[in-house]
């Protein structure tokens, strides 16, 4: 598989009511093919999400989209365009990061985490600075991580509920 640059292609998930913002790194091949975020059927996103709020994992993008909006989270990635090799994360080069301020100035968005590493680095690097907010690094929801089980992940993730409402 060769390396291209690819553009993201969906805009993020917000509403007025958004207080915290999740960020990725890129979408993965599954994603960019489902038009929405953490499409690889492998990714414990929506599993770790659905289980801080005692909810069934979402099944289609509007039981998702729900499930996010109706918590005051919103979705984005750090990366708006890049060189990528599938959905490799460590193959990521050539950067060109997303503007958050679509989200930032529509949204009372109180707290930034990055899920995993990767969209944490490219966080740090390229837009800290620009919009004066710090992040928290997350534990990778990817299944590339596998060295956190899906309770483990959870059990980290259940900071966002001490953050959101209900």
């Known amino acids: 598989m ?3 640059r690819i553009s993201h292609p969906f805009g993020p998930l917000f509403d007025a009511h ?3 913002l999740i960020l990725g790194s890129f979408p993965s091949i599954k994603s960019r093919e ?6 690889h059927p492998q990714n414990r996103f929506w599993k770790v999400i659905a289980a801080l709020f005692d909810q069934d994992p979402p099944v289609t993008i509007a039981e998702k989209k729900e499930l996010i909006l109706s918590h005051g989270m919103a979705l984005w990635d ?17 950067v060109r990061a997303n503007d958050l301020r ?21 966080y740090q690097k390229y837009i800290q600075d620009r919009v004066g907010r ?4 997350l534990p990778s929801t990817s299944p590339a991580n596998a060295q956190f089980s ?5 059990a ?5 509920k001490e953050e959101v409402p209900g």
Request: include cysteine; hydrophobic fraction near 40%.
């Open 134 to 137: 710090e992040a928290i690094c």
């Open 34 to 39: 489902q038009n929405f975020f953490y499409g």
């Open 78 to 94: 750090s990366i708006a365009s890049c060189v990528i090799e599938g959905s490799s994360d460590a193959s990521i080069r050539d």
């Open 150 to 154: 899906l309770e483990k992940l959870i």
């Open 102 to 122: 679509i989200i930032l100035d529509n949204s009372p968005i109180e707290k930034i985490c990055c899920n995993g590493r990767k969209s944490y680095e490219m």
């Open 2 to 4: 060769s390396a291209t």
């Open 18 to 20: 958004s207080r915290i």
């Open 156 to 160: 980290a993730w259940s900071v966002l």
